[in-house]
Nanobody, 122 residues
Framework: QVQLVESGGGLVQAGGSLRLSCLASGRTFSWYAMAWFRQAPGKEREFVAAVGWSGGTTIYADSVKGRFTISRDNAENTVYLQMNSLKPEDTAVYYC???????????????WGPGTQVTVSS
């Protein structure tokens, strides 16, 4: 089992930045690829970014490429999502998730955090 807890969400103006953190506990953090997903009201959950176990492999959704950066610190059991140039359409609940594979498919992530709200005002 892996337990995940997100933090760092909040209210920010368009063009601003936020950094989300996700602290993992339980099984060895470095065994897992980590990802961020988001879900806006009335919409399906969508992939945002993923990082491999060593941090050397990263993938991004086209909608956030060049604005968001995913990273991890295995010594701190934490994965981060640095979000810059935020837009109102980035407003959503952001979830971190853990998987044994680097993938964009939510069904391949067995472990999820409770989520953190990000609101971007125009």
């Amino acid at each position: 089992q892996v337990q995940l807890v997100e933090s760092g969400g909040g209210l920010v103006q368009a063009g601003g930045s936020l950094r989300l953190s996700c602290l993992a506990s339980g099984r060895t953090f470095s065994w897992y690829a980590m990802a961020w997903f988001r879900q806006a009201p009335g919409k399906e959950r969508e992939f945002v970014a993923a990082v491999g176990w060593s941090g050397g492999t990263t993938i991004y959704a086209d909608s956030v490429k060049g604005r968001f950066t995913i990273s991890r610190d295995n010594a701190e059991n934490t994965v981060y999502l640095q979000m810059n140039s935020l837009k109102p359409e980035d407003t959503a609940v952001y979830y971190c998730a853990a998987s044994r594979v680097v993938t964009m498919k939510s069904e391949q992530f067995p472990y999820w955090g409770p989520g953190t709200q990000v609101t971007v005002s125009s």
